[in-house]
Every structure is written in structure tokens, then in C-alpha cells.
């Protein structure tokens, strides 16, 4: 069974939609977790850390439920510039990451 | 030093031969990571470094694969016996040591891409 789990989409939504992502994790030894975000024929970069009491970051929230192993990416008021790949990730034992298949998305003039 | 340096960006092989990656991370950060990444899919995990010390090795695809890091600085990704299968990109993430300078935060190059024909 794969650490992470994501539904890879593609999520096509207008500008100035809202839109979320969840995924799941099947470890419940995980210790933190992230969102990155990964553009076309680019690395992956973090885009936000996702505490247990969740938080926000401009026009992104973030979710963590730890007792059903999900976490979830809320992003508001969509712009074209956030169409990408974004990358769910789990810390395993302190120095493992393992990452999901990642959610494609398309924001739509 | 501006990130983590990856070097080839890309490599064209045949099947059979070998292929080596050089991973430059940034030079305050001792933990170094090797992924995989593969069309419509997220990075593979790999291996991973504690400066000189290789701390996981098991996710490594076979034993053609093999990673080092003798000096605790950069590192080399070597896969030997190239396959069809290993086209891919590779990517190198480093890490810092504290959680002030950012340890919970990998920081990626920007890959070598393996073809092998």
C-alpha cells in the first residue's frame, strides 16, 4: 500500500473558483505533512507545512485530521497562476518524505 | 551557492550502459535525498543521506542501483545496466540540519532526466 494516497484529477475549474484536494496517508506513525507544488517540467517546491490546527496562508488552507489520516488543501478565489501539479507529502521518522501521485490543476479563464 | 546543483540535466543512454548523477546540495544543509519521478506521478523515494552516512537504502529500485556521498557534501547516483524502465527524472533534495534554518523543508534541483533507449 502506497504511504500516500491522491486523487490525481485533472481538476479543471474557472477563475475564482474554490477548490480542494485531499489525500491519505496510511501511516499513522506520520509526523508532519506539507503541500508542494510542482509546475510543468519544474522541481517541486513547498508551497505550505499543515499543522494539526490547521492554518491558512493567503488564499490556501490547510487541514490535517489525524484520527481519519487526511489531510486537505483548500485553495479560494482561483487564479490562473495557480494551475499546477500539487504534491501531497508525509514525514515519516523524522527524515522520510514520501510523496502522492500528486493533483493536477487547471484554472480556466 | 544559490541551491542544490544536479548535473547532468539531461542524459541519452542506450540500454546496458551506465549512468552517473551528481547532486550538489546547498552547503549548510548535511541531509541529502535521491527520488524518482516518472510521467503523471509524484517523486519516488529513494535513498537518503545524514552527511556521509546512507541512513536508507531499501527503497532503492534493485541492485543496479547505488548512491554515495564520501565526503558528506555531494552526492552521486549510479544506475548501472541501464533499462528501458529507468527512463525517468531524478531528482536530489537537500535538507538542513535545524528546524531554524528550515529542516522541515526538502529543497529540490532541478533533475536529470534519463532516457535510455
Known amino acids: 500500500r502506497k504511504e500516500v494516497e491522491q486523487d490525481p484529477g485533472p481538476f479543471n475549474v474557472p477563475e475564482g473558483a474554490t477548490v480542494a484536494f485531499n489525500c491519505t496517508y496510511s501511516?499513522?506513525?506520520?509526523?508532519?505533512f506539507f503541500w508542494y507544488r510542482q509546475d510543468c517540467r519544474k522541481e517541486p517546491k513547498l508551497l505550505m507545512s499543515?499543522?494539526?490546527s490547521g492554518n491558512e496562508d493567503g488564499r490556501f488552507t490547510a487541514q490535517l485530521n489525524r484520527a481519519s489520516q487526511y489531510i486537505s488543501l483548500l485553495i479560494r478565489d482561483s487564479k490562473l497562476s495557480d494551475s499546477a501539479t500539487y504534491l501531497c507529502?508525509?514525514?515519516?521518522?523524522?527524515?522520510?518524505?514520501?510523496f502522492g501521485t500528486g493533483t493536477s490543476l487547471t484554472v480556466i479563464p | 551557492d544559490t541551491g542544490v546543483s544536479q548535473d547532468p540535466r539531461h542524459k541519452i543512454t542506450k540500454r546496458g550502459q551506465n549512468v552517473t548523477f551528481r547532486c550538489d546540495p546547498i552547503?549548510?544543509?548535511?541531509?541529502l535525498y535521491w527520488y524518482r519521478q516518472t510521467l503523471g506521478q509524484g517523486p519516488e523515494f529513494l535513498t537518503y543521506?545524514?552527511?556521509?552516512?546512507?541512513?536508507?537504502k531499501s527503497r532503492l529500485l534493485s541492485d543496479r542501483f547505488s548512491a554515495e556521498r564520501p565526503k558528506g557534501s555531494f552526492s552521486t547516483l549510479e544506475i548501472q545496466r541501464t533499462e528501458q524502465g529507468d527512463s525517468a527524472m531524478y531528482l536530489c533534495?537537500?535538507?538542513?540540519?535545524?528546524?531554524?534554518?528550515?529542516?522541515?523543508?526538502?529543497?529540490f534541483g532541478a533533475g536529470s532526466r534519463l532516457t535510455v533507449l
Open positions: 533534495a537537500s535538507r538542513a540540519l535545524s528546524l531554524a534554518s528550515g529542516a522541515n523543508v526538502l529543497t
Open positions: 507529502v508525509v514525514n515519516l521518522a523524522g527524515n522520510q518524505f514520501y
Open positions: 499543515v499543522y494539526s
Open positions: 501511516n499513522s506513525a506520520s509526523q508532519s
Open positions: 552547503s549548510e544543509h548535511n541531509r
Open positions: 543521506f545524514q552527511n556521509e552516512a546512507q541512513l536508507e
